[in-house]
T-cell receptor, first 111, second 113 residues
Framework: GEDVEQSLFLSVREGDSSVINCTYT??????LYWYKQEPGAGLQLLTY?????DMKQDQRLTVLLNKKDKHLSLRIADTQTGDSAIYFC???????????FGKGTMLLVSP | NAGVTQTPKFQVLKTGQSMTLQCAQD?????MYWYRQDPGMGLRLIYY???????DKGEVPNGYNVSRLNKREFSLRLESAAPSQTSVYFC????????????FGPGTRLTVL
């Protein structure tokens, strides 16, 4: 079955760049996603990438996809304290009917 | 638009009690999902409904039942609650299958004593 792995915790200083990494196992994944969860709230889609792309940039966010290594990363430029949250990587299953989420990476941004 | 709403926000049950978690969306989405979130386990899919009138099991369906009441509403029922079902439950919806953005509700925090 599908499995998505993420490191559990990342701490950065305000203004630095943050890089959150994810590895996945389903080689047939077509879409890969990054979701953000703020304390006490549900998940919110940040961005997604189609598997035929290597990179996607959206304002401060850059997603890099290495399909050969099944590695996905999310870079947040000029990280702010408001970026402190849990970030989830997710992939579609081969039938595109469900998402498999990683366990989440807690990002802590200190002033 | 309220998006995805869930009731209740908090609930405490005793072992063996039953309850239904309600979820509604006003975005005319076809697909709806129920997840549970546990510390260190991430989000795990319980059940989903790809379209009105259909439901399918996810990763962790045991101990739960669902009803897709109409296009807007998707409920999750615990027939005989167990302490292992203590969790935060999230409902989500998407226009079609998950290739579309999933929109999440605020969650229901359930404690089973």
């Amino acid at each position: 079955g599908e499995d998505v792995e993420q490191s559990l915790f990342l701490s950065v200083r305000e203004g630095d760049s943050s890089v959150i990494n994810c590895t996945y196992t389903d080689s047939s994944s077509t879409y890969l996603y990054w979701y953000k969860q703020e304390p006490g709230a549900g998940l919110q889609l940040l961005t997604y990438i189609f598997s035929n792309m290597d990179m996607k940039q959206d304002q401060r966010l850059t997603v890099l996809l290495n399909k050969k290594d099944k590695h996905l990363s999310l870079r947040i430029a000029d990280t702010q304290t408001g970026d402190s949250a849990i970030y989830f990587c997710a992939e579609t299953d081969s039938g595109y009917s469900t998402l498999t989420f990683g366990k989440g990476t807690m990002l802590l941004v200190s002033p | 638009n309220a998006g995805v709403t869930q009731t209740p926000k908090f609930q405490v049950l005793k072992t063996g009690q039953s309850m239904t978690l309600q979820c509604a969306q006003d975005m005319n989405h076809n697909s709806m999902y129920w997840y549970r979130q546990d510390p260190g386990m991430g989000l795990r899919l319980i059940y989903y409904s790809a379209s009105e009138g259909t439901t399918d099991k996810g990763e962790v369906p045991n101990g739960y039942n669902v009803s897709r009441l109409n296009k807007r509403e998707f409920s999750l029922r615990l027939e005989s609650a167990a302490p292992s079902q203590t969790s935060v439950y999230f409902c989500a919806s998407s226009e079609a299958l998950p290739a579309d953005t999933q929109y999440f509700g605020p969650g229901t925090r359930l404690t089973v004593l």
